[in-house]
């Protein structure tokens, strides 16, 4: 047994973002499963939750994922006219930049994101996720502290 | 116990003090602080909720508790430095912004108070400063999270002292109760409408007044409000329960929303209505969301015909009509004198 050198770097740089994703059932996650279909490589750094529309994802899940210390919050949806339930992704729009307005006064409207991928655009989703883990490395970590439970 | 019914105070401490059971009642009450008007022997039942209320995870949250998650999120964030200002006057706006963003659907200009409390003070010739401090943290103290309104108090508090005010201004009932009340600062704390008495505005219009639990049973401030509307030449038709006796709107600290809550707004609109004022006046920002919410319902049971509007917002409206209108005003003085 021999174990592997420990490595010895810095906090910050074995830092990987740690981003959510809300995904549509009808065309994002479709589209995400088409990405993974054919085999396109994009970071790990994206945990997907599916959704059955982008609708669903309400300003408090968006603000809880930032609490308890996600880096970033990407929702993806249908394209506007092509939702399953007709105006869900108008509704979405609506609620998350109102989100985004409400967050630029804590600073941390740079770490929510709304895109719309469609089923077929497999490649897209991962360079959005490309794009989206990129732009939070510049960012840096999540600035929420740590809370003692027993506070 | 047969002989109270559900909602009971008394129920509601026996169960928690001499049973120790967790109950219900501790979250169903609206902390409109009626009962303790109403008791002879002058129970602190508002206390006795809160202390219980700590550390204990609420039943409900309205609007899936938005505001809570919001102002936990800013709690674990190191907050802004003041920016540099010699005014002694301090006006905190409190969370108008996020109740326009979160409560879009209600379609009310949650901003419009702040601007308009600005256009007041700058009338009667105060500057403040604009404090861009965390949320006050009441609804997180009311929903018994005692730890995240500790780290708010904190950071405002250290806000507060660096930027050198001497008196605070807000035109929230509930950061008004909660600036003065709980946050011990020493320093003076004043509600926008004890200021508004010396606008000199010459108001010809009926209105009735909302009388909100914050401002008035929490903080005994019945007076002043209604004074800055008679001042202004406004008369206030009072409703059937008004000043300690007032009605709840039915939704305190974003904790209940339900069939019972929404009853209760419903009749205090219709008191309200029954007056025959057009214009129903309140002091607090969530009394003001929850009668427009009713008022806005997509299948109402009831049409309002009643504009419910802030103090704020409705002087400075009327501020704003008097200046277009002082040309016509001149004029018709010029006939009186012919």
């Known amino acids: 047994m021999s174990e592997a050198p420990a490595v010895t770097t810095t906090k910050e740089e074995c830092w990987v973002p740690n981003i959510l994703a809300f995904a549509c059932n009808w065309c994002s996650y479709a589209g995400a499963d088409l990405a993974g279909v054919s085999r396109l490589q994009y970071p790990p750094t994206v945990k997907i939750l599916r959704v059955m529309c982008s609708s669903r994802v309400e300003p408090s899940f968006i603000l809880k994922a930032l609490k308890d210390g996600a880096d970033g919050v990407l929702i993806a949806g249908c394209h506007i006219g092509d939702c399953h339930y007709i105006d869900g992704n108008k509704n979405a729009e609506i609620r998350i930049n109102n989100t985004k307005k409400a967050l630029e006064k804590l600073g941390l409207d740079k770490r929510l994101r709304l895109e719309w991928i469609s089923a077929s655009e497999g490649l897209r989703f991962s360079e959005v996720i490309k794009e989206f883990t990129d732009e939070i490395k510049k960012l840096g970590q999540n600035p929420v502290k740590e809370v003692k439970v027993n506070e | ?338």
Request: net charge neutral.
């Open chain 2, 1 to 338: 116990m047969r002989r109270v019914s559900k909602t009971s105070p008394r129920s509601s401490i026996y169960n928690a003090n001499v049973y120790g059971l967790d109950t219900k009642d501790i979250w169903t009450c609206l902390t409109c602080g009626l009962c303790p008007i109403g008791c002879p022997q002058q129970v602190d039942f508002l206390s006795f909720i809160r202390e219980e209320r700590a550390g204990k995870e609420p039943l409900e949250v309205a609007h899936l508790g938005v505001f809570t998650e919001f102002a936990e999120l800013s709690s674990k964030l190191d907050g802004v430095k003041p920016e540099k200002s010699d005014s002694k006057y301090g006006y905190f706006p409190g969370c108008v912004d996020q109740l326009g963003l979160f409560l879009h659907d209600v379609k009310t200009d949650f901003g419009e108070i702040t601007t308009s409390s600005l256009k007041l003070l700058d009338k009667l010739g105060i500057k403040p400063q604009i404090m861009n401090m965390k949320c006050c943290g009441h609804d997180v103290l009311w929903q018994g999270k005692k730890d995240v309104f500790d780290r708010l108090k904190k950071l405002n508090l250290k806000y507060i002292k660096e930027s050198g005010i001497d008196t605070l201004i807000t035109s929230c009932a509930e950061c008004y109760r909660t600036f003065s009340k709980d946050y011990d600062m020493g320093i003076k704390v004043v509600h926008t409408s004890e200021l508004l008495d010396k606008l000199g505005l010459k108001i010809n219009a009926d209105v009735t007044y909302h009388d909100s639990c914050r401002l008035g049973r929490h903080m005994g401030l019945y007076d002043a409000p209604r004074k800055a509307l008679t001042a202004n030449g406004v008369t206030v038709k009072e409703m059937e329960h008004s000043k300690e006796n007032a009605l709840c709107c039915g939704v305190s600290n974003f904790m209940n929303c339900n069939e019972q809550t929404k009853a209760l707004r419903i009749a205090r609109m219709n008191e309200a209505e029954a007056t025959g004022a057009k214009t129903l006046i309140t002091t607090c920002s969530k009394c003001l969301a929850h009668f427009n919410c009713l008022k806005n319902e997509k299948d109402a049971v009831k049409k309002y015909d009643m504009d419910v509007v802030d103090l704020t917002v409705y002087l400075a409206r009327k501020l704003d009509e008097n200046v277009k209108k002082e040309g016509p005003a001149l004029d018709s003085s010029k006939m009186e004198n012919i």
